[in-house]
């Protein structure tokens, strides 16, 4: 791959220093952390300066040093490994540092005291994800640039195997739970993974459809298109009497455990919500094939099928991976509604941790579900990049 | 041999194709030639039926090749179009071995038919085969595409404007290399083109189009001489007759004895070069007469009425000129 355009480097200074200053600024906002009596009376709300102590101003050092370097003169290898560094270092600094204070609260105070992460700490966090995607801009690709990315999470999940957070209310939320959560965040994979199997399946059947019979591209995509902007729960709610109807009259599908609630309208409306971006992509991926290629594969004496599987599908395959990244995120975070109609999943966290108005229950649901829309993201795009390996001019 | 007998392709109102009859013999390059709109390219893809004629027929070797399973008759027949058309997704090895593939060839006989082919169109197979087409050049990307169609050997070879998109430097050399190619492999060719120095150069014969109807076929020295009709003598302009001195080469002409050694200093002139450069040649120096030599050894000469005789003489035979072509006429 070719170097980026001086330009995209310019304007990643910008993207880096406002990302970085964001890191400091969440450092004095009042909401950054609160040390609580117990699990559900909140404490006064303070800032991380003042509830980290000294380590809040080196959090705040970090970040400047940061924002500094993305400004300086130095070339632009060091400039980006050591903005990626610093960008990476500021939020694992500080939930080792809010981890180490919660232990302390425990100390002082007692066994059912609590220490909660408000939002400017989880701000602080995106700010990181900002900088460090900010100052890749000026490292060329690789494993070297992949692994730097990554020290961070590494870094988290090097202080949560080693009871560094521990103390943190999340962690004790998990510490609570940690049997259901396997289960429930088991669960939730299952339904991912059936949604955008089906999904994929009808996807591709649906796409392949509208690009071979014209005839009917509107009535698929006029179809998706009214599922895709349908509420979730309208569709479920419209779903139930017929669910339950089926299971009433067949025993089959009372046995299976077909009901208006539960596992089964969660995968029938994740799944219909999968369908639209792959199946689009499939579509425009098909249309949109140079025709020099296909007349020339026509040409040379290729039939319908190797037509399709030599040449059609292998230069689709991106663009519908593509589509298969959108489905994957967004089933990861659609599938929160299966704990509100007792389908169970990571869900069901969040809706309990609302009932019982406790914060980092809610957290326990949605921090699992961003880093695994995040994992499958990444590992959709890799996907998507070594099926494309004659794109490597760009 | 393919026999085109009364082929018309009607699309609603418009006729593309009108009852054209044309028979190119084995091993012949026939040029289909005419402005945007008259009908070649329909033509052609009638003839491996990427198009459907509305009537009359298209013989191979004697056999009606509407009789034909289409994937039987393509795979019989090399195609070759303008932006290549090469596959992205596949290794410039692969691309090549593609016909072999349908085939159903093995494997080591389609590695040694890729390496053999490559090495005909001039790319290194070591070099070239790994690559993938986006790395290539236009000019490379058209060899890949020629090789591509001559993998399986076909003895029917259709070319859609092959050198239409390359700059003209590339594109002249790839048109004297087609020039050698076909001097070696003898392919019965039908060749798109609307660039009358191209067809001028490669063809055997040139079957020129308007609107769909054939207005003439046959060599372009005839064309030249005895134009069918008024759009052909237009088509063709003032140029024709220099044109068609650069298809021939001293080489190939009848030469003047040369006069003996020492009376006269006559420029010289390789027996490779054209008869336009050999005129050039004349009218610059101002000589009556070039010395033909092939490096030290003096063939002969020629004159203004060498030039004319060879012109009026009706052979119309394309000979390939260049360091290939070997010495001919008389001493």
């Given at each position: 791959m070719s170097k980026k355009p001086g330009t995209v480097r310019e304007y990643a200074k910008v993207v880096a220093v406002t990302g970085a200053l964001t890191g400091a600024a969440a450092a004095f906002v009042p909401s950054g952390i609160s040390f609580n009596e117990n699990r559900i009376i909140e404490g006064e709300p303070v800032s991380l300066v003042v509830g980290l102590g000294a380590w809040g101003w080196v959090i705040v050092g970090v970040w400047i040093a940061a924002a500094l370097v993305a400004l300086s003169p130095l070339p632009d290898r060091v400039r980006g490994n050591v903005a990626t560094l610093l960008g990476g270092a500021a939020p694992v600094l500080m939930l080792w540092a809010a981890g180490a204070a919660a232990a302390a609260w425990v100390q002082q105070s007692s066994d059912i005291a609590r220490t909660s992460l408000l939002w400017a700490s989880w701000l602080s966090l995106f700010a990181s994800y900002v900088v460090i995607f900010a100052a890749t801009a000026w490292l060329a690709p690789g494993w070297r640039r992949g692994l730097l990315t990554y020290l961070p999470v590494i870094g988290v999940i090097a202080l949560a195997l080693t009871g560094r957070l521990s103390q943190l209310s999340v962690a004790l939320e998990y510490a609570n739970n940690a049997d259901d959560f396997a289960v429930q965040l088991r669960l939730h994979l299952a339904y991912v993974a059936g949604a955008v199997s089906v999904g994929l399946v009808l996807g591709l059947a649906l796409g392949l459809l509208a690009h071979r019979k014209r005839a009917f591209e509107p009535v698929v995509f006029g179809t998706l298109n009214v599922l895709q902007v349908f509420p979730t729960l309208a569709f479920i709610g419209l779903m139930y009497p017929v669910l339950s109807g089926l299971s009433d009259r067949f025993a089959v599908f009372e046995r299976l455990g077909v009901r208006g609630v539960g596992w089964a309208p969660v995968i029938i409306v994740l799944s219909a919500y999968a369908v639209y971006p792959i199946a689009r992509n499939t579509y425009t991926a098909l249309t949109s094939l140079d025709g020099g290629v296909l007349d020339a594969a026509r040409g040379v004496g290729m039939g319908r099928t190797r037509l399709l599987l030599e040449v059609e599908l292998p230069l689709a395959l991106p663009v519908i991976v593509a589509g298969l990244r959108v489905a994957l995120v967004q089933t990861t975070a659609g599938a929160i509604v299966a704990g509100l109609i007792g389908g169970g999943g990571l869900g069901t966290f969040v809706f309990l941790g609302a009932a019982e108005t406790a914060t980092d229950l809610i957290l326990l649901g949605v921090i699992p579900i961003m880093v695994l829309a995040l994992f499958f993201d990444r590992s959709a795009l890799a996907l998507q990049r070594a099926l494309q390996p004659w794109d490597t001019k760009r | 041999m393919i026999e085109i007998r009364s082929l018309t392709k009607r699309y609603d109102s418009l006729t593309a194709v009108d009852s054209v009859d044309l028979d190119v013999a084995d091993g012949q390059f026939a040029v289909l030639l005419g402005p945007s709109g008259s009908g070649k390219t329909t033509l052609l893809r009638m003839v491996n039926r990427m198009i459907e004629p509305t009537s009359g027929t298209v013989l191979l070797d004697g056999r009606d090749?509407?009789?034909?399973k289409v994937e039987t008759l393509r795979r019989s027949m090399g195609y070759v179009i303008q932006n290549t058309g090469l596959f992205p997704n596949m290794t410039i090895r692969k691309n090549v071995g593609t016909v072999p593939r349908l085939l159903g060839w093995d494997k080591k006989r389609i590695d040694a038919r890729v390496d053999e082919l490559l090495d005909l169109v001039g790319l290194d197979p070591d070099t070239y085969g790994p690559k993938r087409p986006d790395q290539l050049s236009g000019g490379e990307a058209q060899r890949v595409g020629v090789a591509r169609a001559l993998a399986a050997d076909p003895p029917v070879l259709l070319m859609d404007e092959p050198f239409g998109a390359v700059d003209p430097l590339t594109r002249e050399r790839l048109q004297q290399e087609m020039k050698r190619l076909q001097a070696k492999v003898k392919k019965t060719i039908l060749f798109v083109t609307h660039d009358i120095d191209e067809a001028v150069l490669l063809a055997d014969r040139i079957a020129l189009l308007k609107s769909g109807v054939l207005q003439q076929y046959s060599t372009p020295e005839q064309m030249w001489r005895e134009p069918a009709n008024e759009f052909v003598r237009g088509f063709f302009g003032e140029n024709l007759g220099l044109r068609i001195m650069a298809r021939h080469c001293l080489s190939s002409v009848p030469l003047d004895p040369a006069p003996p050694a020492g009376t006269e200093t006559l420029p010289r002139v390789p027996a490779s070069a054209t008869l336009k450069e050999a005129l050039a040649e004349l009218v610059g120096s101002g000589a009556s007469a070039v010395l033909v030599v092939d490096g030290d050894r003096v063939l002969g000469s020629f004159g203004f009425e060498a030039l004319v005789r060879a012109l009026s003489d009706g052979s119309g035979d394309s000979i390939a000129c260049g360091p290939g072509a070997t010495a001919g006429g008389t001493a």
């Open positions: - | 090749t509407a009789e034909l």
